[in-house]
């Protein structure tokens, strides 16, 4: 199928968005990509970005919906598959779906009702023919707006990307530790990492915004930038225990991390959830806990017992691929249905 894709394509920065984009190439479908970052960018100054961005209105706003719609013309899709559309607007769609009468199918792997929601995106949600989302507290609402049909797929990991690496020297002195977690800084986060003060484990933190961080000790263990592509997977297999702590913004039961590092070969303890425990077998391949003293006390117990805590993480990676896990597998499952759709 021909397939303009449209989404948050940095060429600069391996998002999840290439990576689902790179994986239905590798189908074998015609994939023409279509960035919005460069819309979202728009403007003179950091102001006016800053008001485009909170009020999702704006020159960029109006050009990126234009040149969408223009897209489709010059390209003819079989398919609009639109990522993380919090700009794109009913009426581009609606035209869209008049000139070439593709299918419109729309994915994220974010909260994108409770959390990450515009105006443009709710009033949207109606005219997509599938929905694909990650997030199981999201499927009644989108219901409740008027999706037709909603896929709910487990986080995904890209084959290519997500994989165990041995760490050079150098890489293993910016990378290695015995404990990682990789993520953004939020004030809810502070309490379960701070009960790995007293287990005297070489704690790692990547991520933005740590420098709010309240803890001193935390903020000691903070590198203060973010890791994409293969220096994010250099940052797991540096560590010999890679935290899969949730949001506490949103119900999350189950976060992209929650499979990206069971996918690179390394150990995951995470918080305990029913979503966890369905992806991965607990304490045969991923091992969870409930209370920041229980994370205190297995990350002291694994650490000091290295053949087991190796078993787990190569029994979690073996899961990962053998479940379907990876984003080649969900879109070829997204894509079969939209071949039913377009019947």
């Given at each position: 199928?021909?397939?303009?894709?449209?989404?948050?394509?940095?060429?600069?920065?391996?998002?999840?968005?290439?990576?689902?984009?790179?994986?239905?190439?590798?189908?074998?479908?015609?994939?023409?990509?279509?960035?919005?970052?460069?819309?979202?960018?728009?403007?003179?100054?950091?102001?006016?970005?800053?008001?485009?961005?909170?009020?999702?209105?704006?020159?960029?706003?109006?050009?990126?919906?234009?040149?969408?719609?223009?897209?489709?013309?010059?390209?003819?899709?079989?398919?609009?598959?639109?990522?993380?559309?919090?700009?794109?607007?009913?009426?581009?769609?609606?035209?869209?779906?008049?000139?070439?009468?593709?299918?419109?199918?729309?994915?994220?792997?974010?909260?994108?009702?409770?959390?990450?929601?515009?105006?443009?995106?709710?009033?949207?949600?109606?005219?997509?023919?599938?929905?694909?989302?990650?997030?199981?507290?999201?499927?009644?609402?989108?219901?409740?707006?008027?999706?037709?049909?909603?896929?709910?797929?487990?986080?995904?990991?890209?084959?290519?990307?997500?994989?165990?690496?041995?760490?050079?020297?150098?890489?293993?002195?910016?990378?290695?530790?015995?404990?990682?977690?990789?993520?953004?800084?939020?004030?809810?986060?502070?309490?379960?990492?701070?009960?790995?003060?007293?287990?005297?484990?070489?704690?790692?933190?990547?991520?933005?915004?740590?420098?709010?961080?309240?803890?001193?000790?935390?903020?000691?263990?903070?590198?203060?930038?973010?890791?994409?592509?293969?220096?994010?997977?250099?940052?797991?297999?540096g560590a010999k225990i890679a935290l899969g702590l949730l949001?506490?913004?949103?119900?999350?039961?189950?976060?992209?991390?929650?499979?990206?590092?069971?996918?690179?070969?390394?150990?995951?303890?995470?918080?305990?959830?029913?979503?966890?425990?369905?992806?991965?077998?607990?304490?045969?391949?991923?091992?969870?806990?409930?209370?920041?003293?229980?994370?205190?006390?297995?990350?002291?117990?694994?650490?000091?017992?290295?053949?087991?805590?190796?078993?787990?993480?190569?029994?979690?990676?073996?899961?990962?691929?053998?479940?379907?896990?990876?984003?080649?597998?969900?879109?070829?499952?997204?894509?079969?249905?939209?071949?039913?759709?377009?019947?």
């Amino acid at each position: 199928m021909k397939i303009l894709y449209a989404g948050q394509i940095n060429p600069e920065y391996v998002s999840t968005t290439r990576l689902r984009m790179d994986a239905i190439a590798e189908l074998g479908h015609e994939v023409q990509p279509f960035c919005v970052m460069p819309y979202h960018r728009w403007g003179c100054c950091r102001l006016a970005r800053s008001l485009a961005h909170r009020l999702a209105w704006g020159p960029g706003f109006w050009k990126l919906n234009a040149d969408l719609a223009a897209a489709a013309e010059s390209f003819r899709p079989d398919v609009l598959w639109v990522d993380k559309g919090t700009w794109i607007t009913p009426d581009t769609l609606r035209q869209i779906k008049n000139i070439c009468g593709c299918a419109l199918v729309h994915y994220t792997p974010d909260p994108a009702i409770v959390h990450h929601r515009t105006r443009h995106f709710i009033r949207a949600i109606r005219c997509y023919d599938l929905l694909a989302t990650n997030k199981s507290y999201e499927v009644e609402l989108y219901r409740r707006c008027g999706g037709k049909e909603i896929i709910l797929q487990p986080p995904g990991f890209d084959e290519h990307l997500h994989r165990p690496m041995e760490l050079t020297a150098g890489q293993q002195t910016e990378f290695g530790c015995d404990v990682v977690f990789i993520g953004t800084y939020s004030p809810g986060r502070e309490l379960p990492l701070t009960a790995l003060r007293e287990t005297g484990a070489a704690l790692t933190i990547w991520g933005a915004g740590w420098q709010k961080c309240r803890d001193p000790w935390l903020a000691g263990r903070a590198r203060g930038r973010d890791l994409s592509g293969e220096q994010y997977v250099l940052g797991l297999c540096g560590a010999k225990i890679a935290l899969g702590l949730l949001s506490p913004l949103v119900p999350d039961k189950c976060t992209t991390r929650s499979v990206e590092i069971p996918a690179c070969g390394v150990f995951m303890l995470a918080t305990r959830t029913d979503e966890h425990i369905a992806l991965f077998q607990e304490d045969k391949e991923a091992v969870f806990f409930d209370t920041p003293q229980e994370l205190a006390e297995k990350t002291c117990y694994y650490l000091q017992h290295d053949d087991l805590r190796r078993q787990i993480a190569q029994a979690g990676r073996l899961r990962c691929l053998t479940n379907g896990y990876s984003y080649k597998s969900l879109m070829k499952q997204i894509l079969m249905r939209v071949e039913q759709v377009r019947q």
